[in-house]
């Protein structure tokens, strides 16, 4: 079984920053590609932020330059920076992997699009 698990969200004024944390649970072997996705109510969820396994990020333009995602492969982590936060970006932020793992049988395999379960993020005064 594998799990991504968000954390770090809360509340926090304009102009105020925060770190999020993805935690990839299981027998982990290889995180792929990974990505920061978020949806504010009434919105469809959209890409905020992506990181290939060699370390290129790019990043929604709405965040660009705010927003620095990075990530951990000995501790199975991705994290997301945010900065100068505003208050559009209230949303709940989820956490997204392409990774290969043992399975319980222990046989490797590969899975695509693993989602987090979400950590809410304010942004209000």
């Known amino acids: 079984q594998v799990q991504l698990v968000e954390s770090g969200g809360g509340l926090v004024q304009p102009g105020g920053s925060l770190r999020l944390s993805c935690a990839a649970n299981?027998?982990?072997?290889?995180?792929?590609?990974c990505d920061w996705y978020r949806q504010a109510p009434g919105k469809q969820r959209e890409m905020v932020a992506h990181i290939t396994g060699g370390g290129s990020a790019t990043y929604a333009r709405s965040v660009e330059g705010r927003f620095a995602i990075s990530r951990d492969d000995a501790r199975n982590m991705v994290y997301l920076q945010m900065n100068s936060l505003r208050p559009e970006d209230t949303a709940v932020y989820y956490c997204h992997a392409d990774l290969s793992y043992y399975s319980e049988t222990g046989e490797r395999q590969v899975g695509y699009g693993h989602w987090g379960q979400g950590t809410q993020v304010t942004v209000s005064s």
């Open positions: 299981g027998s982990i072997i290889t995180m792929y590609t």
